[in-house]
T-cell receptor, first 114, second 114 residues
Framework: DTAVSQTPKYLVTQMGNDKSIKCEQN?????MYWYKQDSKKFLKIMFS???????INETVPNRFSPKSPDKAHLNLHINSLELGDSAVYFC?????????????FGPGTRLTVT | AQSVTQLGSHVSVSEGALVLLRCNYS??????LFWYVQYPNQGLQLLLK??????LVKGINGFEAEFKKSETSFHLTKPSAHMSDAAEYFC????????????FGKGTLLTVNP
């Protein structure tokens, strides 16, 4: 069974469109994250939720809106897509929001904005 | 604030040779440190972590890392490289206080030559 899954794996869309990426974890973890990996492979956190509560919100444009319907799911909705949003987006989860707990990553969603 | 510097964006070794990937960190609190590996078109997989127990940490696939506080380093090593080790490697530090986001280095691409 896949621990952290994301859909879709690939997403190609045009500028100005709105799209969503879904993430689900079956590990029973309390905390989930969204990361963005740019074309140079640099990984940066975007958001983190603990038990459906937003706990980390980095300086991300407000066109990005995370939603956590329950602690096993964390979706990412992006409005008015721009060329610069093209990247790989990774979802991750951890047992608790503690510093020592490793994060388990999903396979990523490659978003291409044309 | 936390930061990670990985020296060398690309390391090339021969099969059977020693692998050494360098990571230096900066942290305002005692650090928790992680090494992740990313194979092509996949998510990140935890190799090992340091959480203030033993300074020499053993991980999966024969990798290990040594935490050296005096040098603020957490270098990753493997005695004998295999072709299957070719991947991108990321060092990360966990945030302080209630901030448990991971701050990643820029990654080191390891290539293994036959």
């Amino acid at each position: 069974d896949t621990a952290v899954s994301q859909t879709p794996k690939y997403l190609v869309t045009q500028m100005g469109n709105d799209k969503s990426i879904k993430c689900e974890q079956n590990l029973g973890h309390d905390t989930m994250y969204w990361y963005k990996q740019d074309s140079k492979k640099f990984l940066k956190i975007m958001f983190s939720y603990n038990n459906k509560e937003l706990i980390i919100n980095e300086t991300v444009p407000n066109r990005f809106s995370p939603k956590s319907p329950d602690k096993a799911h964390l979706n990412l909705h992006i409005n008015s897509l721009e060329l610069g949003d093209s990247a790989v987006y990774f979802c991750a989860s951890s047992q608790e929001g503690g510093r020592s707990y490793e994060q388990y990553f999903g396979p990523g969603t490659r978003l291409t904005v044309t | 604030a936390q930061s990670v510097t990985q020296l060398g964006s690309h390391v090339s070794v021969s099969e059977g040779a020693l692998v050494l990937l360098r990571c230096n960190y900066s942290s305002s609190v005692p650090p928790y440190l992680f090494w992740y590996v990313q194979y092509p078109n996949q998510g990140l997989q935890l190799l090992l972590k340091y959480t203030s127990a033993a300074t020499l940490v053993k991980g999966i696939n024969g990798f290990e890392a040594e935490f050296k506080k005096s040098e603020t380093s957490f270098h990753l090593t493997k005695p004998s490289a295999h072709m299957s080790d070719a991947a991108e490697y990321f060092c990360a530090v966990s945030g302080g206080g209630s901030n448990y986001k991971l701050t990643f280095g820029k990654g080191t691409l390891l290539t293994v030559n036959p």
